[in-house]
């Protein structure tokens, strides 16, 4: 065996621990897999990993024949080996329990509905006429939209079912969804125990306000319902115990919900969704809503996509449920078409996945909608048609990555700090943001942050006396349980009223809180912040600052189109068309055997096993 202490590949220190020659480029590959983001090794395409291997590693035989015999290698999820192999996949064993335990829950919840559904369609049509009321006539449509009532569709699966999955891209409702199909249930049964919540506070936030702003036609009862909500983060629903991975809420004492709601599913985790569905009864009703288009999670897992892309087709349903929700929709035009139907599927999630594709927000024929969806479809003739100089008021592409530009876009940032009340003040540094796709380098996160600090600095709007300076914008990077705050809050240090710097965040409720700043040891200047970190927040405006290099692996359609659907109102790129064309070329693809296991499910049930 190797020294391992001389090696400073961290992937050859895991491979060198294991004895069995045959294992080490097996388990180097692994190692390497689980830390971009997958959650097992493809056996299947093993040979397309040998140049990822160092010389001194060979693997000589594609498939999962020259593990069968190893000891260290299990073949199912009961034996405490530390690999299992299952479906030509390999897993580290807590990977593939994660995994396992998340379909698992997802097929209770499956038969657990299956006895609720008579009388939940019977509940439905008593409330005909709300539902017509929440989704009435005569909606506007510009050139182009899907005319069909998504939401609509949406909004009756989530009441039927005990699982649902709802996605969509910025702006196409899907808050404004969960809205109505709350307004159905709290209608049905007014004593409902609703959660909400979402991996990061600010995107907590975001709903709360979004549900609570809603102007949806209810009673005012119901209405007093939605102010009641409290959305929190996903780590303060379960209970997070200190300095442990496990929490208060979990399979031996679940959450006592009647229907949880999590939004931005995108962003969570193998483990943390594992966790999740844990702590949920499988009698609840669990609607996970999100946009499959968007970055994965950064730790292992892309599990929201899987389940998305599980089926060949999105909005399918079978003939018997496309009349139910017909039946509620009294205009031909917005009814769901006949081509949605088809004879009943076997696969699980056969009408658990609604698709909404109508954006409220941006039309999908110009500015920031048809640029990102150029971008998550790569059409590269429409993506260079916004490379012309004025091509569009929305998108502007600057090529040359123009100083001038970048300052005159900082420069907003005086509106928050200028404003003296700090609740405000947090609310309009959200106006506009600076993303970034990596961390080093000219066009990083940390020389981006120093640019901006000089510039502001130098022109008299902050004085930079410590690391922590009056109105400096900050990002926390780990959880602070005991002050109730999380991984990707951000926050301003302000003074408080006694002339102490305080770190200053709006919680989900929209109250301050204040922190001392000594307590938050790992927290980041956020005049600038990663494309990652800005999931699950929305801004006025975004500049998006790309590297000069196109071979940077990050750079992916989803990260140009994650950090392009940030922007409400007007996206600025510095990046040239090289470098751009090259992210919509590059797509995440992250291993997984879930798509795999429900299709065996449904060839299962196909052929009586």
Not at 282 to 304: H, M, N, Y
Not at 519 to 534: G, N, Q, R, V
């Amino acid at each position: 065996m190797r020294n391992i202490t001389t090696l400073n590949d961290v992937h050859q220190q895991f491979a060198e621990y294991f004895e069995v020659p045959v294992l080490k480029p097996y388990a180097y590959l692994l190692s390497k897999k689980l830390s971009e983001g997958h959650i097992c090794l493809d056996l299947d395409a093993i040979s397309e990993e040998q140049e990822n291997l160092p010389g001194f590693y060979q693997i000589t035989e594609n498939g999962p024949a020259p593990l069968t015999a190893i000891p260290l290698v299990g073949k199912n999820g009961n034996d405490t080996q530390p690999f299992v192999l299952f479906q030509n996949r390999l897993y580290l064993q807590r990977y593939y329990r994660y995994e396992t335990s998340f379909l698992q829950h997802i097929n209770d919840f499956l038969a657990a509905e299956k006895a609720l559904l008579p009388g939940r369609t019977a509940l439905l049509e008593q409330q005909q006429e709300l539902i017509r009321q929440l989704f009435p006539a005569g909606n506007s449509l510009r050139d182009g939209d899907d005319p069909a009532d998504w939401q609509l569709a949406a909004a009756i699966t989530g009441v039927l079912n005990n699982f649902t999955i709802i996605t969509g891209g910025p702006g196409t409702g899907k808050t404004t969804t969960v809205a109505k199909l709350l307004a159905i249930l709290y209608a049905t049964d007014p004593a409902l125990k609703v959660a909400l919540a979402a991996p990061t506070g600010k995107a907590a936030a975001r709903m709360a306000e979004s549900l609570r702003n809603t102007t949806i036609p209810v009673d005012p009862a119901i209405a007093e319902k939605f102010q009641e909500l409290s959305p929190s983060t996903i780590h303060r629903l379960l209970k997070s115990i200190k300095n442990s991975p496990y929490f208060r809420y979990n399979k031996k004492n679940p959450l006592t919900y009647d229907v949880v709601i999590i939004d931005e599913c995108s962003m969570i985790d193998v483990a943390l969704f594992a966790k999740l569905l844990d702590a949920i009864h499988p009698q609840t009703r669990l609607i996970l809503l999100g946009d499959k288009d968007q970055l994965a999670s950064v730790e292992a897992g892309s599990l929201f996509g899987d389940l998305c892309q599980a089926q060949e087709k999105l909005n399918m349903f079978s003939e018997e449920r496309l009349q139910l929700i017909n039946r509620f929709i009294s205009d031909d035009n917005r009814k769901i078409p006949a081509a949605q139907a088809q004879t009943k599927s076997r696969h699980p999630l056969f009408e658990h996945l609604v698709e909404l594709r109508r954006s409220h927000r941006f039309t999908g024929h110009t500015g920031i909608g048809k640029f990102s969806k150029a971008l998550i479809r790569n059409d590269q003739p429409a993506i260079y048609s916004f490379f012309a100089a004025g091509a569009d008021e929305q998108v502007v592409i600057d090529q040359s990555c123009d100083v001038a530009l970048f300052h005159k876009f900082i420069t907003g940032y005086e509106s928050f700090i200028n404003e003296p009340d700090t609740r405000a003040a947090l609310r309009k540094l959200n106006d506009q943001r600076v993303l970034v796709a990596v961390r080093e380098g000219a066009q990083g996160l940390y020389a981006i942050n120093r640019d901006i600090e000089k510039y502001l600095h130098d022109h008299g709007k902050i004085r930079i006396t410590a690391d922590f300076y009056e109105n400096r914008p900050i990002i926390l990077t780990r959880n602070y349980y005991e002050h109730g705050l999380f991984n990707g809050d951000t926050g301003i240090i302000r003074q408080d009223e006694n002339g102490v710097l305080m770190a200053w965040f709006e919680d989900s409720n929209g109250e301050l809180k204040g922190v001392l700043p000594g307590y938050l040891t790992l927290a980041e200047t956020a005049f600038a912040m990663t494309i990652h970190k800005s999931q699950g927040s929305e801004f006025g405006q975004v500049l998006v600052v790309l590297p000069d290099a196109a071979d940077v692996p990050i750079l992916t359609r989803e990260l140009l189109y994650t950090a392009v659907s940030r922007a409400r109102n007007k996206v600025y790129v510095q990046g040239t068309a090289e470098v751009i064309l090259a992210a919509a070329e590059r797509f995440v693809a992250r291993a997984s055997g879930i798509a795999a296991r429900f299709l065996a499910q449904a060839a299962d049930v196909k052929t009586g096993n």
